[in-house]
């Protein structure tokens, strides 16, 4: 029988980095608040324990900590013109679930999207010309600045105690860091980690180059650390067992750490796990979300939960279904480029190239992050005149662990079985590296998300339809970037370097790489542009604000996870500090 | 087919190669031929050592044969069914994997593009079952004969065929089944040794990954560039 609890002044739907963030931000100014959590209650402590946890069949080939494809998928294809089908079981990227969400498996890489990209379309237009952007590139300045998010960037990288070297302190180039980062108001929390072999190798090709390479950000601290929060993350242990993993050492930051503890002593909070939210209660009419209705998963009752504020914090396929379902924004049509729900719907353009080298690598020793990056090949951080595309990515070496089921890279050439193959594999497991091309993803006019008309998920609803290809400036970013890897990776002064590997051809539902989605209720500066304003609150109920990675307008280059952060406390202190006082739009349209 | 007694011994000799738990590994094969005995792994070369699950005899002759091509025993490691390979696919076949947990099996079932993935309504199972049956039936079409009867180089070709796209399974795609059999295959050589698979942690030493507990904090430094031989411990070995 369906049950209706007690009202509370804000509900959250989905408890990662969003929901979490945000949950402390509105309980601190005296809201009570509940948080639904379709997975079940987990703790790094209790559930990501030696010696289980380095389990890479369990963790990484079997994916025991994502979200279970019996119960919800996604459907791909390629264009609007194809039949979606089913992904089955998650074979290129996999969701997360449960409390902490991606965010307490996550390899903890946190960046700060480049300023340009917050402004692309004005400054693309401003430095190439006003037709220098194609029309199927559906781009769009995100409705917010960089030195807007500075200061929520700030305060996320201390709740996390990111590891990592200032490049711009405010305003002033600092030796050894990214000299391509908008200015910082402070030093990351805690010094770089230690440096891998695998990234003197690259930092030494790099410099050779003229490059100015530097410990890349992370959030896998590297001396004991105690957060604003109060709350401790221990020091990281260079496991090599990251994505996809808890963190044993509570060392990697995770709403699970660096939050939850604080939250679940407040009473303000009240968090219930094994929630499934299945839909919103919106009243069209008063423009007004009054609620949502969840499935206890424990006891199969159907739940509401009435709420002044809504606050979707899931995954973006998860936020861009509510609002779907709600019927809260007109769809995009990709046919037409109107309507704004599902629209921008971007990923991650990953390449790379393989190289094998005398030196001791010893990938086991390993953390979330790559060792060390390169940022001038990042969103326009170099000239695009003439190139044929736009955005870029950093270059990094690969340092995430040598788990051997999936690490061990042999030389163009060599059987793929048989006594050669092992000779191969003794040989050079501990003699590759990897230079990574992590590339933007810019949004096109045929890549978006809407309900699939066939295939549906457990609890009946339309599974989300993936509609998305790499596109010519895709392939063509890939490929430039990736070159410039290779001549790293021929600096390195490396016995054999491989081919390198752009992104080249479809998207394949078999081709694994990043698990980062953008976009499908993207923010702006008007409501026939976007789903949500600069503050994250949608354009048509003043009271539903959708936070996270769906609200980017398309994919930097950089890893998304920091810019999450940042977003949900600037989302936050707009609630707290303007919408509270008066609620309604923040902005008028 | 090679002698069992001979592929034995020329391991043992390349056994000082990956340290002395992989010959402690064979101390029941030593302690056989010191007796004049034989163990009922060097009698039946390729045959499990673990009871079956759910693989059928022909299944797990099969699979042997498949993963005794992949990984022969040499101065590297054991032959692949003495890394205990077919227990691992057992035992994964026999549990919720191989059962089709988490999997999405609603349809209606199409066909798609390639890049679309695995579309069948088979659970892992099943695919096994089916994939082995077509192969047999193709390898005796081609060569007269089920797959794990035929001699090394044969069963070398007809896996190049496989891979290469070319073998013409019934109804079946070969190159896909190809692909699971190989994935399963590093899998269970390269897993920790719990599922049954890469017993005495012999593909770890034949790479050096030193296994648990990676607990290097205050050796990242001290071994950065330097050849470091950490004798492997799995999860068996500190629980």
């Known amino acids: 029988m369906a049950k209706t609890m007690k009202h509370v002044d804000a509900v959250c739907v989905g408890v990662g980095w969003a929901g979490s963030i945000m949950a402390r931000e509105l309980t601190k100014a005296g809201l009570t608040v509940v948080g639904l959590e379709r997975g079940a209650f987990r703790t790094p402590g209790e559930n990501f324990v030696l010696p289980t946890v380095r389990d890479e069949l369990k963790y990484r080939l079997r994916l025991d900590a994502m979200l279970d494809t019996s119960i919800e998928t996604v459907t791909a294809r390629h264009n609007p013109d194809e039949v979606a089908l089913p992904m089955r079981r998650w074979e290129t990227y996999a969701m997360g679930d449960g409390l902490g969400g991606n965010g307490l498996h996550w390899n903890g890489i946190t960046w700060r999207f480049s300023p340009s990209e917050f402004v692309l379309r004005s400054h693309l237009t401003q430095r190439y010309g006003k037709n220098a952007i194609p029309a199927e590139m559906t781009i769009q300045d995100w409705g917010v600045t960089y030195d807007d998010l500075e200061p929520y960037y700030d305060k996320f990288e201390k709740l996390c105690g990111v590891s990592g070297k200032a490049g711009n302190l405010k305003g002033q180039i600092v030796e050894g860091g990214n000299p391509f980062e908008g200015p910082r108001s402070s030093e990351y929390p805690n010094k770089p980690l230690i440096l891998s072999q695998g990234g003197i190798i690259f930092m030494k090709a790099a410099k050779s180059l003229g490059y100015k390479p530097f410990p890349t950000p992370a959030s896998n601290s590297s001396a004991p650390y105690t957060n604003p929060e109060g709350l401790t993350i221990g020091q990281c242990q260079y496991c090599g067992h990251c994505e996809f993993f808890g963190c044993e050492a509570n060392a990697k930051a995770s709403p699970n750490v660096c939050l939850l503890p604080v939250l679940l002593r407040d009473p303000k909070f009240e968090l219930r796990t094994d929630a499934y939210v299945a839909r919103l209660d919106y009243d069209k009419r008063a423009k007004k979300v009054k609620g949502v209705v969840y499935i206890d998963r424990r006891t199969g009752e159907e739940v509401t939960q009435p709420a002044d504020l809504v606050i979707l914090t899931a995954y973006p396929f998860n936020n861009v279904l509510l609002l779907r379902l709600a019927g809260i924004g007109e769809p995009y049509d990709p046919h037409t480029g109107k309507g704004v729900v599902g629209k921008n719907y971007c990923y991650q353009t990953v390449g790379g190239v393989t190289f094998f080298i005398e030196d001791e690598i010893n990938p086991w020793i390993g953390t979330g992050t790559s060792a060390a990056s390169i940022d001038e090949f990042q969103a326009d951080n170099f000239d695009h005149g003439g190139l044929g595309f736009f955005g870029g990515g950093y270059i990094c070496v690969s340092g995430s662990g040598g788990r051997p089921i999936q690490v061990r890279a042999v030389p163009p050439g060599t059987p793929r079985w048989g006594t050669a193959w092992k000779a191969a594999t003794a040989q050079w497991y501990n003699h590759n590296l990897t230079l990574t091309t992590h590339g933007c993803q810019y949004a096109h006019r045929a890549n978006y998300l809407d309900l699939d008309p066939t295939y549906r998920d457990a609890i009946g609803r339309p599974l989300m339809r993936q509609t998305f290809n790499y596109r010519d400036n895709d392939h063509k970013m890939s490929a430039y970037i990736t070159a410039k890897a290779a001549e790293i990776a021929k600096a390195t002064g490396a016995k054999i370097v491989a081919n390198p590997q752009p992104r080249t051809g479809n998207f394949g539902a078999t081709n694994g790489q990043a698990t980062h989605h953008t976009g499908g209720a993207i923010m702006g500066t008007n409501p026939r542009s976007s789903v949500v304003n600069r503050y994250l609150q949608n354009w048509q109920a003043s009271n539903l604000f959708v936070v996270g990675g769906s609200a980017y307008p398309q994919n930097a280059g950089h890893n998304p996870t920091g810019t999450i952060g940042a977003l949900s406390y600037w989302s936050a202190h707009a609630i707290t500090t303007q919408y509270l006082k008066s609620p309604g739009p923040l902005v008028h349209a | ?239």
């Open chain 2, 1 to 239: 087919m090679s002698d069992p007694t001979i592929r034995r011994r020329s391991f043992l000799q390349g056994a000082g190669l990956a340290g002395t738990a992989a010959a402690a590994a064979l101390s029941g094969g030593l302690a056989g031929c010191a007796t004049g005995q034989t163990t009922q792994t060097a009698e039946k070369p390729g045959a499990p050592t673990e009871p079956l699950l759910t693989l059928t005899p022909s299944e797990a002759a099969f699979l042997g044969a498949v993963y005794d091509t992949f990984i022969p025993a040499d101065q590297y490691s054991p032959s692949g069914t003495d890394c205990g390979l077919v227990t691992y696919i057992d035992r994964q076949l026999a549990g919720a994997w191989g059962s089709g947990a988490r999997f999405y099996r609603s349809g209606p079932f199409r066909t798609g593009k390639p890049e679309q993935g695995y579309q069948l309504a088979l659970t892992p199972r099943e695919y096994f079952a089916v994939g082995i049956a077509a192969a047999n039936d193709w390898s005796r079409k081609t060569y007269g004969k089920d797959f794990d009867r035929l001699a090394p180089p044969q069963r070398e070709e007809a896996l190049k065929t496989m891979d290469g796209g070319k073998a013409e399974f019934v109804d079946f795609n070969s190159k896909r089944f190809f692909e699971t059999l190989y994935q399963s295959a590093m899998e269970g050589f390269f897993a920790d040794p719990i599922y049954g698979g890469n017993r005495n942690k012999v593909s770890w030493k034949m790479v050096n990954y030193p296994g648990l507990p990676a607990t290097y904090a205050t050796k990242a430094e001290e071994y950065r560039g330097k050849k470091v031989s950490l004798p492997p411990q799995s999860i068996a070995d500190l629980s």
